[in-house]
């Protein structure tokens, strides 16, 4: 609940947000990084790739995608995320003449498996998602985002993404 009213609070001050000189209407970006998922019983991760298309300075769509890189091991069973597909809306505003703070929301399937003793289990799953976040720009097209995302499905789970900003 707490991520919730995060989001609520970042998506309201967006229209109050003062207008720096980045003006990025109509540019299309993408993402590349790592994103570890935490949940009260796995950690795991996948390498995570995001394109995106940025409607007004405060408004863009973004689809994502994963590919399990990291598992773990609980109890002797070997727990992977092996793979993510999403779409979010994502609202964001600049704090800084490179710095923006970002709020997303969106629905996330994802695929995982557990193998032990010879037998896996495999899970096909979707998930309402609520992220926040920000991002820096280290020039008007490269730039760093980090953000935090909290997934609704069963008992919930968190993922915190590091990622590398390219615009066109």
């Known amino acids: 609940m707490r991520i919730f009213a995060l989001a609520v609070l970042a998506v309201t001050a967006f229209a109050s947000a003062p207008s720096f000189a980045q003006d990025a209407a109509g540019q299309t970006y993408i993402n590349g990084g790592y994103n570890h998922f935490q949940n009260k019983t796995s950690d ?3 390498l995570n ?8 300075p405060n408004l863009a769509v973004e689809g994502e995608g994963g590919i399990g890189v ?10 992977k995320t092996r793979g993510t597909l999403g779409a979010f809306a ?3 505003a600049p704090v800084a003449e490179r710095l923006s703070l970002i709020g997303r929301a969106g ?4 695929w995982s498996e ?3 003793a010879g037998v896996k289990v495999k899970d096909d799953d979707g998930s309402f998602a609520l992220g926040v976040g920000g991002q820096y720009m280290l020039d008007d097209a490269n730039g760093i985002r980090l953000d935090y995302t909290r997934y609704t499905e069963g008992k919930g789970a968190n993922g915190y993404t590091a ?6």
Do not use: I, L
């Not at 990291?70 to 727990?79: F, L």
């Open 163 to 168: 990622s590398f900003v390219r615009k066109f």
């Open 107 to 110: 629905y996330v399937h994802s």
């Open 114 to 116: 557990a193998k032990a």
């Open 70 to 79: 990291n598992d773990d091991k609980v109890n002797g069973v070997t727990v």
């Open 90 to 92: 994502v609202a964001s």
């Open 49 to 56: 790739g995001r394109v995106g298309y940025q409607f007004t």
């Open 44 to 46: 795991t991760g996948t």
